[in-house]
Nanobody, 114 residues
């Protein structure tokens, strides 16, 4: 059974940055497509960024140019560098991956507010 655990969320002012981490166990992260999603109150869960085993990336239009998805194969950790944050980025951010996207983390709260 795999386990995904997000960390790195918090309160940040508009224009600030955060770096999210998703530590994985039970799977070799680099073998699977991995993704970051987010869910704001009252809204549908939405894809933020995805990373293929070959290193190909995909971003939602609303984060392209501001967020960067990557992985640390040694630490088996998925990362999301978030820059130029806006209040609209406020949400719970969740890590997803494994066979057919089977596994989810519990999420980490990101709040962008002055």
């Amino acid at each position: 059974q795999a386990r995904l655990a997000e960390s790195g969320g918090g309160l940040v002012q508009p224009g600030g940055s955060l770096r999210l981490s998703c530590e994985t166990s039970g799977i070799i992260l680099s073998n699977y497509p991995m993704s970051w999603y987010r869910q704001a109150p009252g809204r549908e869960r939405e894809l933020v960024a995805a990373l293929s085993p070959r290193g190909e990336t995909k971003y939602a239009d609303f984060v392209r140019g501001r967020f960067t998805i990557s992985r640390d194969n040694v630490k088996n950790t998925l990362l999301l560098q978030m820059n130029r944050l806006t209040p609209e980025d406020t949400a719970v951010y969740l890590c997803n991956g494994g066979v057919m996207g089977k596994y989810w983390g519990q999420g980490t709260q990101v709040t962008v507010s002055s």
